[in-house]
């Protein structure tokens, strides 16, 4: 299996502040990465497919970028609706494998 | 607008089987660019693919419970289903099925979830 690595596991900010989650697969994955956000209690969403696409309805402050076993997931400008959990996930090969997870947390 | 819901017992005995039916509506399980899968999430962790199934019945599963688990589908009724037998505690997680796009290997459209707790 492919073991897919996230840091920081979590991570303080503030309001308008830019964070970077980075990601790390255990082999080469292309761009075979995405990115889910997960609120507490809910489902995860889809923001980031092929690394770096942006899912529709995904607000552009957010982005991804990176391929081979380096990713990362920025958000420019922090809104109150951006503090939840984000996965990485891979799509190179069966079983799907996420990363650990990033809890985004009001500083 | 597509929605998938999950349904099924919240609480199963050790070593019985889950069953879990998601029914999808607003669009047709029997596209040829979907695959439909499970996913889970023990209570505080991280979330682990379950395995995937496409209309036609072709079935795609985790090796970790590949032993145990049977995804199957039901055209007629709009639905797929999971079952796990031989559960123990390890497998008390919030179950999700979702829509897999078969281009890009997505998983888009999600249920809500439904927990699942193994107890006595």
């Known amino acids: 299996d492919i073991q897919m690595t996230q840091s920081p596991s979590s991570l303080s900010a503030s309001v308008g502040d830019r964070v970077i989650i980075t990601c790390r697969a255990s082999?080469?994955?292309?761009?075979?990465l995405n990115w889910y956000q997960q609120k507490l209690g809910k489902a995860p969403q889809l923001l980031i497919y092929?690394?770096?696409s942006l899912q529709s309805g995904v607000p552009s402050r957010v982005s991804g970028s990176g391929s081979g076993t380096d990713f990362t997931l920025t958000i420019s400008s922090l809104q109150p609706e951006d503090f939840a959990t984000y996965y990485c996930q891979q799509s190179y090969s069966t079983p799907y494998t996420f990363g650990q997870g990033t809890k985004l947390e009001i500083k | 607008q597509l929605q998938l819901q999950e349904s099924g017992p919240g609480l199963v005995k050790p070593s019985e089987t889950l069953s879990l039916t998601c029914t999808v509506s607003g669009g047709s399980i029997s596209s040829s660019s979907y695959y439909w899968g499970w996913i889970r999430q023990p209570p505080g962790k991280g979330l682990e693919w379950i395995g995937n199934?496409?209309?036609?019945?072709?079935?795609y599963y985790n090796p970790s419970l590949q032993s145990r688990v049977t995804i199957s589908v039901d055209t007629s009724k709009n639905q797929f289903s999971l079952k796990l037998s031989s559960v123990t505690a390890a497998d008390t997680a919030v179950y999700y099925c979702?829509?897999?796009?078969?281009?890009?290997?997505?998983?888009?459209?999600w249920g809500q979830g439904t927990l699942v707790t193994v107890s006595s």
């Open positions: 092929a690394a770096s």
């Open positions: 979702a829509k897999q796009m078969t281009t890009v290997t997505i998983f888009d459209y």
């Open positions: 082999q080469s994955i292309g761009s075979y």
């Open positions: 199934i496409y209309y036609s019945g072709s079935t």
